[in-house]
């Protein structure tokens, strides 16, 4: 089992561009999760999924899209990249909401935009 | 507004001696506390974590006391190792009762655990 993993790991953009950032994980997970954290900051959700075809916002969710077309993915789309979303990107995700315990992270995308 | 406050951004202790890290809350319904540990370039690992109902829950080197009155909680770990050195975050539950999962986390205390 690979876990949770994320595509790519670095990524510089200019402001405007677009990217997708990919999240997959083999574990038959139910719930998924984008988060961002920026420097002397802690992790802060940005959106999420409780299962195949739904997403739902977190607490910074602008300026980000997500889909969830597939139960083992969960993609994030930013249409055009600003300096304000430079930052380390993390997935996770978790058989349901009732353990958090249970959450597991991917190893992170650091995403530069100049 | 932050909910969930690590205010000391750093800590440095002696191998072998106590390492404690503290968190602070401001929403009394949060019902589910955790610490995570973040080794560089690596993605946050579940290290221990706490229900609202106890004061206490202990798991090798590792305790975490919860004092729901003062809305706080600490890391307590003992003795420290030269492989603990990371970075802690505090996270609650941030729907207490609900589904979402998601969590709130705290900004960090790095440890650094001197041989």
């Known amino acids: 089992n690979a876990g949770v993993t994320q595509t790519p790991k670095f990524r510089v953009l200019k402001t405007g561009q677009s990217m997708t950032l990919l999240c997959a994980q083999d574990?038959?997970?139910?719930?998924m999760y984008w988060y961002r954290q920026d420097p002397g900051m802690g992790l802060r959700l940005i959106h999420y999924s409780v299962g195949e075809g739904t997403t739902a916002k977190g607490e910074v969710p602008d300026g980000y899209n997500v889909s969830r077309l597939k139960k083992q993915n969960f993609l994030l789309g930013l249409e055009s990249a600003a300096p304000s979303q430079t930052s380390v990107y993390f997935c996770?995700?978790?058989?349901?909401?009732?353990?958090?315990?249970?959450?597991?992270f991917g190893p992170g995308t650091r995403l530069l935009v100049l | 507004d932050q909910q969930v406050k690590q205010n000391s951004p750093s800590l440095s202790v002696q191998e072998g001696r106590i390492s404690i890290l503290n968190c602070d809350y401001t929403?009394?319904?949060?019902?589910?506390f955790l610490w995570y540990k973040k080794y560089p370039a690596e993605g946050p690992t579940f290290l221990i974590s706490i229900s609202s109902i106890k004061d206490k829950n202990e798991d090798g080197r590792f305790t975490v006391f919860l004092n729901k009155s003062a809305k706080h909680l600490s890391l307590h770990i003992v003795p420290s190792q030269p492989g603990d050195s990371a970075v802690y975050f505090c996270?609650?539950?941030?729907?207490?009762?609900?589904?979402?999962?998601?969590?709130?986390f705290g900004k960090g205390t790095k440890l650094s655990v001197k041989p």
């Open positions: 996270a609650a539950r941030g729907n207490p009762g609900g589904s979402q999962g998601n969590l709130i």
């Open positions: 929403n009394s319904m949060f019902d589910y």
């Open positions: 574990m038959n997970h139910e719930y």
């Open positions: 996770a995700s978790t058989p349901d909401g009732s353990w958090p315990e249970t959450q597991y």
